[in-house]
């Protein structure tokens, strides 16, 4: 019964959204008046203000597409353990974790950790000096590109890791001071040797609701914002990742990851699959610890492309939250204030998709503030690690909806690629580069503006 529990959950949401019960609290219905932007998703919007709100499928599938989501719902939540089971076997043998959902869980963002005992949805990322295979990041000898902190029983991991945080004062204009905790990450109590020149890449797992919207804008739409050489003056250059599709067995533009470093849904959800939980699949069928003596590899692949589909496609199909406290008067303020101080010059509001194989995502207009490309978001935030075009400073835009629902939802406010920001100040506060101006812009605002401006970005 412990399987059907999220499925039972995720029935009565969806079906209680649709009612129309004044008993209902924390639901909200739309109105025929409502403004464009308030629809995130568009027609994929749903008006739920409670921990579901990540979590429920989009209102306008077709049934046939529906009940798919709802399979896809039930592999997303499925533990896998070690071999020979009868069910769900082919864990690791090194992981990160032993679920999707325990990663993301609600299918929002996860917390950062200060060290590798615990499961949790923070990894490590790595590498080296020089290009790897097809002008990817260079693994580490015996490591790989992502640092493994589990293992299964008999196999001994990797390694772990530990953190010290340096703290930084910074003042507003009106005398407000802010202290920003910036984490220092090494490798620590590992079984191999490790190189002098590793480079190193904390990460917190993303939402993951709205992902099959951002797969179907247009790739024209989004090269058409590139501005590499800042030609136009105003600061903000913007650069395309283009990166290795399995599938065509090409560079394609790149959307999906912290420095845009897959290309589909697909590859960002079998690169999931292999990487955090060692589940080989038919995009990649080595096992993480191919380099090593005691991986064990049977050759078989541990999920079909049956799995990774249905789950990719759980992901491509969740709803968005709509918009949320759009008539009152400090979030319209806020509103202009984001425009006023160059935020929209990255986090493009709206994007509109053009035709998909899925009905319910095709031709939609919504508002993700992402333009999905990289961005120089200066020495503050390096992470200096480079991923095929991305260099060691550069971030592809995070979308911003669903940012004042993750305290409901996850239980947290902590943002960024590695979780250092306690909340949306601290984040704003941490941009530099193409985003210096953007960030004293704010620190130069008002209590009351910058207030303004944070209930606008809470409610989007």
Known sequence: MKNFLPLIITLVVFFSACKNDDSITDTVEPTPSIPDFVMAGGETTIFDITSNAFATPAPNLTPANFDKHLEGDLAFEQVFVTEPADVNPGLGPIFNNNSCVSCHIKNGRSRPSLDGNELSGFLIRLSISGLGEFGGPKGVPFLGTQLQNRSVFGVEKEATFTATEIEEIVS?????????????????????????????????????????????????????KVDENDVDGDGISGKANMVWNIKEETKTL?????????????????????QDMGITNSLFSEETCF????????????????????????????AVPAVRNYENETFQKGRVLFEEINCSSCHTPKQQTGNSSIP??????????????????????????????????????PPLWGIGLMPVVN????????????????????????AEQAKESFKQLSREDREALLVFINSI
């Not at 380099?291 to 969740?318: K, P, R, S, V, W």
């Not at 200066?378 to 480079?386: F, I, S």
Request: glycine content about 8%; proline content about 5%.
């Open 254 to 274: 790149g959307r999906f990851g912290w420095k845009a470093e897959n290309p589909t849904a697909l590859q960002q959800t079998a690169d999931a699959y292999h």
């Open 172 to 224: 507003f204009v009106d005398g407000t001071q802010v202290t920003l905790h910036k984490p220092e990450y090494s490798i620590t109590s590992s079984q191999y040797n490790i190189p002098t020149d590793i480079m190193i890449s904390p990460r917190v797992a993303p939402a993951v609701f709205g992902l099959g919207l951002l797969e179907e804008i247009p790739e024209e739409d989004i090269l058409n």
């Open 360 to 397: 319910s995502l095709s031709n939609q207009t919504f508002f993700p503030y992402t333009d999905l490309l990289l961005h120089d978001m200066g020495v503050g935030l390096a992470d200096n690690r480079p991923s095929f075009e991305a260099n060691g400073q550069e971030w592809r835009t």
């Open 411 to 434: 239980g947290h406010t902590r943002l960024l690629h590695d979780g250092r920001a306690r909340n949306v100040t601290e984040a704003i506060l941490w941009h530099g580069g193409e």
């Open 291 to 318: 380099e090593q003596e005691d991986c064990n590899h049977n050759g078989e692949l541990d999920i079909t492309d049956a799995t990774l589909d249905i789950t990719t496609f759980y992901f491509q199909t969740l």
